[in-house]
């Protein structure tokens, strides 16, 4: 009996030719393991290749995040730290719109340039964004406080204070969905090293040789191979109440499963990448319980 990607299975001895010598029947031998192995490491990284490549994803989204993150805080601490423009009514209360038709002052100024040298300076603003200043900051903080920054005249305590408030919430939603990225990048690593584990363990044979093999080691591969079904699919379950329950806090963009999945990997081949690699070993599992089925019939005749 030999142990071949975690299955056992006979092997017959080997006819040996005139002038087989005993250290060439061997090298012969493993090579023959050495062949099988090969193919079902193989068959490993071709159906986790998707979940590889969702890792990959995940973590490129995430460090983005986390650089806009930093801009968002950069920004809103340099602004809390631009000069107001002296209010005439004595630090009265203000009422109206945020926009003043004063002569404009240089703190609006100063906002614009923290602006341009911290949100606008990550590395993708201008693959994701390409925007001017003014639509970036409509669609991040509001449309009310952009066009008090850009078309404003006076800096003034009235537009500091919401425009600090608006960056470091800005900061803070995209904090949140980089710690949804890290429980999405941790639940991958795991489904990954859950389904090679499983794909380790059984040989895949295609149906040949099984013919050859006893009666009770054909009954003990299909109880195995229907063990590991059983595991595989425990898996895809827990996959699924991992993104049905990861529906975060509104303000961030994982609304739903579906959402997960245009967010995140809407540039890959597949939309659910651990389901996908989990459906393909299912049916790898399921392919060679037949194939089991099949020997242990003829075995019967």
């Not at 939603?173 to 990048?185: F, G, K, T």
Request: with cysteine; hydrophobic share 35%; proline share 5%.
């Amino acid at each position: 009996m030999a142990q071949v990607g975690g299955s056992r299975h006979a092997i017959d001895p080997p006819t040996l030719e005139s002038g087989c010598s005993g250290i060439a029947c061997e090298a012969n031998s493993m090579l023959t393991v050495i062949v099988l192995l090969g193919a079902i490491a193989l068959g490993t990284v071709a159906f986790l290749g998707c979940v590889r490549r969702a890792r990959g994803a995940v973590s490129f989204e995430r460090e983005r995040l986390l650089d806009e993150y930093d801009a968002f805080l950069e920004f809103a601490d340099r602004v809390a730290n631009v000069p107001v423009a002296p209010r005439p009514d004595g630090g009265r209360p203000m009422s109206g719109p945020l926009v003043s038709g004063a002569k404009q002052d240089s703190g609006l100024s100063e906002v614009r340039s923290a602006y341009r040298d911290t949100v606008m300076s990550v590395p993708h603003f201008e693959t994701d964004y390409d925007e001017s200043l003014q639509e970036h900051m409509a669609t991040e903080l509001s449309p009310e406080l952009a066009s008090a920054v850009v078309e404003g005249s006076q800096f003034t305590p009235a537009l500091r204070q919401p425009l600090v408030k608006s960056a470091k919430s800005a900061a803070h939603d995209r904090r949140v969905l980089a710690d949804q990225l890290h429980d999405e990048l941790d639940d991958l690593e795991d489904a990954e090293g859950q389904l090679s584990d499983i794909s380790k363990r059984f040989e895949i044979t295609g149906g040949e040789g099984l013919v050859d093999r006893t009666f009770p080691d054909l009954q003990s591969r299909w109880r195995r191979l229907d063990g590991l079904q059983s595991e595989c699919s425990s898996m895809l379950e827990r996959r699924q109440a991992q993104l049905r329950d990861r529906t975060p806090s509104s303000g961030t963009r994982l609304q739903s499963p579906t959402a997960v999945s245009n967010y995140l990997y809407a540039d890959l081949d597949v939309d659910f990448p651990v389901l996908s690699a989990g459906t393909r070993l299912l049916e790898r599992i399921e392919d060679e319980k037949n194939n089991t089925v099949r020997a242990l019939t003829e075995r019967r005749r």
